[in-house]
């Protein structure tokens, strides 16, 4: 039996190793793909008070790091018809609206370019896309907040084939949140590229297994505080910053499907963005989220307000123990110290006590019982009661776990595959050399 001659075997092992090394560069652009898409559409202003018939104007912002280059862009919103009523949908300059469609409720616009030839427009740094405006029709002042949450804002990326990230997010106000329904799918002209917006968050990764559920955030003068819910146990990391390049980070050390992350030592009354990143236990996969702001209160020395202070119990149901966040702010929204801050409860539970942490006080509830029950915690200032909110508290609560099927475990497993595919090209080039070695020592 004739043996492949040493040129022969040098040409057949150097074409795997190229295949190889070709293959951990190509799974390498495919897993971290989302981490390259440095764009979001949001609404601004984020919060403001409107006296009854008074216009609210929301506008629709672009902020891009690269330049993503779109055919169209979608808005849809829900509100509250007791509190607000549509008026107009403006598009920007250079820019027309093809369907507009509006209920006593919710507003459907979609706006595409006006170019003679392509309906193609290139976005790049922070650009301003329209204006949604409404009337306020509630009976006295109305606080009117944009929450990132549900109210679907999505574009066409022409290059990519996929979405311009995007902040999902919707208004909300004292009679409660105002949320969006689903959109289903919608064919910009010319582009022929299909938008289909998901029913929770743009926070799911084309690939991998771990899901960002929700995240928000809530603020002081002097922090944010950023609740994020994963689809299963992981770690988060947020990186923010006063414009979109970000530039710092806070990250969790424990591994759980919901997380607290505290961003410390920011200014008062100023714009930040931010960013969620995800990741699964073991590390099989990773989920970046969208590029979103959010943007700190003043500092104020008024009187306590209960309509306009926060309060969050997160999560709302655990196994053993939950958190309640109380952001005591004035009529104008500005965080006020509120001391003697007190919190009653309701059901076989033990608070902790109650600290402040950067304009923000906090208190641990943990269930005294091995039965299933919910307890309501009502915040007060002296006589002034804030808004209650119930936490449920499970003993047999499991946090969700996600399942891998075959085709995705190859994908999630990112950082490792890539590792074997890199090892494997060395290794074969060691078994050439040795090779080699050996035939001409023959």
Partial sequence: MKLISTRATFIIVSLVTIALLAGSVILQQIVFRAEQEFSALTLSPTTFRVAQGQPVDLSLNSISVNQVIVSGLQVKLGYEAAKLTFKEAVPPIGWQTLRLASTTDTVDWILAPITSSTSLVTLQGEVKLGTVRFLATGAGVTNVTVAQESTVLSAVDQVRG???????????????????????EITFPEAKLPVIVPEETDDSAKFGTQRIVSSYVETSARAGLVFVTLASSGKVTVEFGPTPALGNKAETTRESATHVINLSSLDPNQQYYYRVLGEETQQRSRVVGALKTFKTTAEGTGTLSAGRSKVVAFPAKSKQTSTLFIFPRDDEGKTVESAGLTVEHEGDATLG????????????????????????????????????????????????????????????????????LFGGAILLFLLLYFFVRLARSR
């Avoid at 902040?167 to 289903?184: K, L, P, R, W, Y």
């Avoid at 003993?395 to 490792?416: G, Q």
Wanted: charged share 20%.
């Fill in 353 to 420: 006590q109650v600290s402040t942490l950067g304009g923000y006080y906090v208190v641990e509830v943990t269930t005294a019982t091995d039965k299933k029950q919910a307890v309501k915690l009502t915040p007060k200032v002296g006589e002034t009661a804030l808004e209650a909110r119930t936490v449920v508290l499970d003993p047999e609560y499991k946090e969700p776990t996600v399942t891998l099927n075959k085709s995705e475990l190859v994908l999630a497993w990112n950082d490792k595959t890539m590792a074997f």
């Fill in 162 to 184: 996929s979405f311009v990230y995007n902040a999902a997010e919707s208004v909300q106000d004292s009679a409660g949140t105002i949320t969006a329904g689903n959109v289903g």
